[in-house]
């Protein structure tokens, strides 16, 4: 498969993990929480495979890494809000991206760990 193809699907399972975390934080009784991490989880590695080049692989990490600090803080402030029945939704859809955003953190990471043990 040539490299643009790679790149689309990734560009795609991108698109797709964003939308599936949204539309499940939404509405949580669609999937159960076992099958949510699964499906997240491998878009997130599919994601981290095909479309982080080498060119990519910093500003990736320090993207996910400034994500995953802010969706922890912003999950705190949006738990202390009085209107509970919206922010719950908020609250799982920002879950739910952290659970597709760190396995391709995850993956990216060992394969930045990987290329530099080889020099």
Request: hydrophobic share 65%.
């Amino acid at each position: 498969m040539a490299a643009k193809d790679m790149a689309m699907i990734g560009a795609y399972a991108f698109m797709a993990g964003l939308l599936v975390a949204v539309v499940l934080g939404l509405a949580p009784g669609i999937l159960s929480k076992t099958y949510t991490v699964l499906l997240l989880g491998v878009l997130g590695i599919i994601v981290g495979l095909l479309n982080i080049g080498d060119k990519e692989l910093q500003l990736y990490m320090v993207a996910n890494i400034a994500f995953l600090a802010g969706a922890a803080g912003f999950q705190a402030v949006l738990a202390s809000l009085p209107i509970a029945g919206f922010t719950a939704y908020l609250i799982a859809i920002v879950q739910n991206i952290t659970l597709f955003v760190a396995p391709g953190a995850a993956v990216v990471a060992l394969k930045a760990l990987y290329d530099l043990s080889k020099d």
